[in-house]
């Protein structure tokens, strides 16, 4: 039985929807390492989301998308050190 989101407090509502941005900001910046710049970006945004979306009872979901940003960090430094080697 899922619980209605409905009947939560604003906060608890709030703070879940954050959760679920982090994880989708995360798996988004996997694809998006490919432009390091932007991947950096969505991939720092999703940690963000994820640091607040904590506060709430869904803390697991925030901190799985707390780890896929790190790696979506990892991808675009990666790749932005390859496209730094292909130029030289």
Known sequence: ???DYGKLDPEERTNKFLSII???LGLFSLCAGLIPIFGMVV???GIGFGI???RSESKRLATI???ISVIGIVV???YAYL???QKQ
């Open 76 to 78: 675009s430094l990666v």
């Open 22 to 24: 982090s994880v989708t």
């Open 1 to 3: 039985m899922e619980p």
């Open 83 to 85: 496209l730094y080697l």
């Open 52 to 54: 607040f979306g904590r």
């Open 65 to 67: 998308g707390i780890v």
């Open 43 to 45: 991939s720092f945004a």
